[in-house]
């Protein structure tokens, strides 16, 4: 949906929690990674042919697209959507940090997924966003009692 309300960041928040809680078993990991298990990858018996085939057909399998559309930040959002939607924002950053340093096929899964939501979102840098992210939920400095100074990343 173009368009979310806090409703739709609830239900995100929800999903992910649930991908999450996978994410602590193998299975589930190996799952959302789109890897096979470790049965079915002895099966292929060391033919690296069909190794990089499959682990290039591995970029479309699993959940890691999916949670990398979560992290797409919409600036035109009402307050209360906007602190749900940055919320969102972290849990699906911290699944795909945890997809990466799992395996090497969940680190080639997440840059993926990060060239996908390039192309989706019509971004011209892949990291783009993450930029755009950190500046868009810097606090204000009224807010926390925080000096203008001490949140200012362009000037580091």
Same mark, same amino acid.
């Given at each position: 949906?173009?368009? &979310?309300?806090?409703?739709?960041?609830?239900?995100?928040?929800?999903?992910?929690?649930? +991908?999450?809680?996978?994410?602590?078993?193998?299975? =589930?990991?190996?799952?959302? $990674?789109?890897?096979?298990?470790?049965?079915?990858?002895?099966?292929?018996? =060391?033919? &690296?042919?069909?190794?990089?085939? !499959?682990?290039?057909? #591995?970029?479309?399998?699993?959940?890691?697209?999916? $949670?990398?559309?979560? +992290? @797409?930040?919409?600036?035109?959002? %009402?307050?209360?959507?906007? /602190?749900?939607?940055? #919320?969102? #924002?972290?849990?699906?950053?911290?699944?795909?940090?945890?997809?990466?340093?799992?395996?090497?096929?969940?680190?080639?899964?997440?840059? =993926?997924?990060? @060239?996908?939501?390039? &192309?989706?979102? /019509? /971004?011209?840098?892949?990291?783009?966003?993450?930029? %755009?992210?950190?500046?868009?939920?810097?606090?204000?400095? !009224?807010?926390?009692?925080?000096?203008?100074?001490?949140?200012?990343?362009?000037? +580091?």
């Amino acid at each position: 949906q173009a368009h &979310k309300v806090l409703a739709d960041f609830e239900m995100l928040d929800q999903a992910l929690r649930c +991908i999450r809680s996978l994410m602590n078993v193998e299975a =589930g990991m190996l799952a959302v $990674v789109g890897q096979h298990s470790k049965t079915e990858a002895d099966a292929f018996g =060391g033919n &690296k042919a069909l190794l990089a085939a !499959d682990r290039a057909q #591995q970029l479309n399998r699993g959940g890691l697209r999916q $949670v990398a559309l979560c +992290i @797409d930040a919409r600036p035109q959002l %009402e307050m209360s959507a906007a /602190r749900k939607a940055q #919320q969102v #924002q972290c849990t699906a950053l911290t699944l795909l940090s945890a997809a990466a340093l799992y395996s090497e096929d969940g680190h080639a899964g997440v840059l =993926g997924a990060l @060239d996908h939501l390039q &192309k989706v979102r /019509r /971004r011209v840098n892949r990291f783009g966003w993450l930029t %755009e992210a950190c500046f868009l939920y810097l606090p204000r400095a !009224d807010e926390d009692g925080l000096s203008e100074s001490s949140v200012d990343l362009r000037k +580091i």
